[in-house]
């Protein structure tokens, strides 16, 4: 089945053809017979012999982009003069920037912002290190770490690679939550650099996103950090989709009428998502979890077996079946895909359970295609922003690292997270939850004070939170002045 095409592979074209009636439409036509999406149509340029318009078209990928130019080329008395990829234009320079909260102006100015002023506010950190959370940018700034070597699709592309997408993640923090973050990858994948590392960097910050770092090394890697440091660090690969989807099957429960004890689970995938989604479940109150690879059922004394196996076969099947994903999914109520496209079929959904959910969340093509599954299933979700339902990360890692900045929170603890995934659910009003409506839309404002405010909460009672509900309210008292405690 074709992709659909989207502005991730967005263009413009810069055509000319003759200035006569039935031009315009002879391009557009060619276009549309090539299966662009046809978007702005913009005049540059008006000539008595001849027009030059510019023309936004979605394709599906690069190579049917470059068969689209090649049917407007191919016209008589056309010429496609330049191409703009509109992904790529987006992404010059990069995406992020670093701007001066107020201007420095004069001498005074100056003296304040920086010499001879600021030896008096460094003095007051060095007697007190917790004043660096309200007198330097720690206080709302998040450090996105990556090391390259498990990128979106894309696997190990490095660190060079790897930062567009970080620079995405910075941006997503800003425009969501209003938290400051900055991409670092490192031009490392051994785990103890890459823990030094970020040890040695978390001084500037209040809170460590990892991401994209690939598993087993990815669960060292936080675990060593959570004990290490005292600020919230959160591997968003696998709390962030694990938070997204406990809401959206909280809100999935409301539809079909089942209680999470009750429920029989098969996740497709058992790598950091899979097994960060397995505990969420279990904390929540999903008893009977099995999980899958592409050797078929995780189970206990099954060979070769690494870190995020081994962690299956000893907490989940516990009525320790075997045999393929088949087998697993024949009966279950919910299908979670976090691995690959196609593996489910039509004929596995028939044989689910009674109003059976599907979760298929590889991107950019899931397990199973909502087209085909639609007429067997009752609720069916994705982690593409093309069909209903979208299970996203942007919809916690915002929220979840406002509310634990604000708390000054220790670590993102189980409580956090489980209150950020009803946080979420709750969004959408219980009367508005429908089959195609489980979930927050990415957009949806709400969400992340929302999250924010359910996160810091779950600290004060956790007792992770270092600041007080008031102090949170109240913000900082004198710290201008120098004169009292933060």
């Known amino acids: 089945m074709e992709a659909i095409p989207s502005a991730s592979y967005s263009m413009t074209l810069r055509v000319e053809f003759p200035h006569q009636a039935g031009s315009l439409g002879r391009v557009l036509t060619a276009i549309g017979d090539a299966g662009g999406m046809i978007g702005a149509v913009d005049i540059v340029r008006m000539r008595q012999e001849s027009s030059i318009r510019d023309i936004t078209v979605n394709a599906s990928d690069s190579d049917h982009g470059g068969r689209i130019v090649e049917a407007v080329d191919a016209l008589d008395g056309v010429r496609v003069i330049n191409i703009s990829d509109r992904t790529f234009l987006m992404h010059l320079g990069g995406k992020i920037e670093v701007r001066s909260k107020m201007p420095v102006r004069t001498r005074d100015d100056l003296s304040m912002a920086y010499t001879p002023g600021v030896a008096r506010v460094c003095r007051a950190i060095a007697e007190d290190r917790e004043r660096a959370f309200n007198l330097t940018i720690k206080r709302n700034t998040v450090a996105v770490v990556s090391d390259g070597t498990a990128v979106l699709g894309l696997g190990d592309i490095g660190p060079e690679a790897a930062m ?59 675990n060593r950090l959570k004990e290490e440091l005292d600020i919230p660090v959160f591997h968003d690969d696998q709390h962030g989709t694990a938070v997204v989807v406990l809401a959206a099957l909280y809100n999935s429960l409301k539809i079909v009428d089942k209680s999470l004890e009750d429920l029989r689970v098969v996740v497709n995938g058992v790598g950091a998502s899979g097994v960060a989604c397995a505990k969420i479940m279990l904390a929540a109150g999903v008893k009977n979890i099995v999980g899958c690879d592409s050797r078929g059922i995780v189970h206990q004394g099954r060979e070769g077996l690494d870190t995020s196996k081994g962690w299956y076969a000893e907490n989940t099947n516990p009525e320790g079946i075997t045999g393929t994903l088949s087998d697993a999914v024949r009966g279950a109520d919910l299908f979670l895909g976090l691995s690959v496209p196609d593996v489910l079929t039509l004929e596995d959904v028939k044989t689910m359970a009674e109003d059976p959910i599907i979760f298929a969340m590889a991107n950019p093509d899931p397990e199973i295609r909502p087209e085909i599954a639609v007429d067997a299933s009752r609720i069916i979700a994705t982690g593409r922003s093309d069909y209903p339902n979208q299970i996203n990360n942007v919809l916690c890692f915002p929220g979840i690292f406002r509310g634990a900045l604000e708390v000054r929170a220790r670590e993102i603890d189980e409580p956090m997270k489980l209150a950020a995934a009803q946080a979420i659910a709750e969004v959408v009003p219980e009367e508005a939850v429908s089959e195609d409506y489980i979930i927050p839309s990415v957009f949806d404002e709400r969400v992340a004070p929302a999250v924010a405010d359910a996160v810091a909460e779950a600290a004060h009672k956790s007792g992770s939170a270092r600041r007080s509900p008031e102090e949170r309210e109240e913000g900082v008292k004198g710290a201008g002045l120098g004169m009292t405690s933060t």
Do not use: H, Q, Y
């Open 164 to 222: 567009p997408v970080m620079e995405g993640k910075a941006m997503l923090f800003r425009e969501f939550a209003e938290v400051d973050a900055f991409p670092i990858c490192l031009d490392t994948t051994d785990t103890e650099e890459i823990i030094s590392s970020v040890k040695n960097l978390a001084p500037g910050f209040g809170g460590i996103n990892l991401e994209d770092i690939a598993a087993p090394r990815c669960f060292e890697i936080e």
